[in-house]
């Protein structure tokens, strides 16, 4: 098994070489690639490949010739999707059809699995019922738009003979993730403190959002079960990960503020008080369960230490001197 992943050295990337690695050991070949060619501690050397550049792509195709393509490459989150919608859409519908006619033309053995977002369902949300891939997409903002555009590419070039699996994750934490994300920017600012950088308050917005949080293991051992079972997958075929379980913001926070020794004072600020677009965010994975014997195995709890331990030490970084 050859396994090239684009975007490895983003915050999904390294966890999911690492789970391909333990499943299949000596038997599968991970070629890492990135925008910025870079060494990683986890990776290694990291290939640079602009998945934009369709003729970067190809070379990276046809030298490379992957069993698998995991398309992990894109823009990390809605905030940033929002601050330069050109370059999400370039990245994300440009960039994987870039990956798939690519495929189509030099590697149509290589099975293309696609990382989108249970955030395209969007408003079909506000019905307040778990999220199914019969789920109708209708994105409201330039991320989900953007990704539901990638999404919907795929699957109409499948019926010319592209070997894809759509995956669609919901919300997922875990170690190495950005500060965009709400429980790493909560953990920063609890190691912060604990690290006597900062005052024992937190200002927060609106914490009554309910959203499915997964553990980054869980979806990297999701995307290696596909991997593991692409030959007898359909064509096209969707798969939402999630948890089935909605966890408000709030409990997210106060799980976190357990685990600190120190008192940390919660205070709103009326600044980032608004309503969520979408209350409330749950997806149901029952299909995966069914069909790849998928399920997480990580608990919210485990997930929530697992990011404030990794915060520790990233702030232990921080400190003056280091």
Known sequence: MRVLITGASGFVGPHLALAFGDAFKDDVEILPTARISTSHPVLGHVEA???????????????????????????????????NPDLAWRVHVDGTRNIAYSIMAHAPRCTLIHAGSGLIYGES??????????????????????????????????TRGLKVV??????????????????????????????????????????????????????????VRVASEAASIAPAA????????????????????SLSPVAIE????????????????????????????????YALDDTIAEVLSDCRLRVAGERPGK
């Open 49 to 83: 490949l602009d998945v934009t550049d369709r003729a970067m792509v190809d070379i990276a195709i046809k030298r490379h010739m992957p069993t698998h393509v995991v398309h992990l490459a894109g823009i990390a989150s809605p905030v940033a999707a929002a601050k």
């Open 238 to 257: 969707i798969f939402n990960l999630a948890s089935g379980r909605g966890y408000k913001i709030a409990d997210v926070l106060h799980r976190l503020l």
């Open 266 to 297: 919660i205070r709103p600020d009326p600044e980032r008080q608004r309503a969520s677009d979408l209350p409330r965010v749950v997806g149901n994975a029952q299909k995966a369960r069914d069909k790849l014997n998928w399920k997480p195995a």
């Open 125 to 158: 949300a506000k019905a307040g019922l778990p999220l199914d891939e019969n789920t109708l997409p209708a994105p409201i903002d330039e991320y989900g738009a953007s990704k539901a555009a990638a999404d919907l590419a795929l699957g109409a070039l499948a």
């Open 166 to 223: 759509r995956m669609r994750p919901f919300n997922h934490a875990g170690a190495g993730q950005t500060e965009e994300f709400v429980t790493t920017a909560f953990a920063m600012q609890v190691a912060r403190i604990e690290a006597g950088l900062s005052e024992p308050v937190i200002h927060v917005g609106n914490l009554d959002a309910e959203r499915d949080f997964l553990d980054v293991r869980d979806v990297a051992a999701a995307y």
